[in-house]
């Protein structure tokens, strides 16, 4: 398994759109990447990676390097892997 490391300071704003850093996948469930935004809480370090266009969404995090693995390690269809 390969991790992704960002450090949360990366991320701009309390949620980006469009937001991809190298290495993140598509959404398991529609395939698409430009759907997916990363939610960072304002006040805590929590993060979540959720698909707008099916609402799936990871368990919130404790670092964005967290939520891009957990994200990442999804399950996914056997040709998108």
Not at 10 to 27: A, Q, Y
Not at 40 to 52: L, M, P, Q, T, W
Not at 57 to 75: E, G, K, M, R, V
Request: hydrophobic share 35%; proline share 6%.
């Amino acid at each position: 398994m390969k991790k992704i490391t960002i450090e949360l300071d990366e991320i701009p704003s309390v949620f980006t759109v469009n937001f991809n850093p190298k290495g993140l996948k598509p959404c398991p469930i529609c395939g698409l990447i430009d759907n997916l935004f990363i939610f960072k809480g304002k006040y805590s370090k929590h993060v979540r990676i959720v698909c707008s266009k099916c609402e799936i969404s990871t368990l919130s995090q404790n670092s964005i390097a967290d939520a891009l693995n957990h994200w990442n390690n999804l399950p996914r269809k056997e040709n998108e892997e």
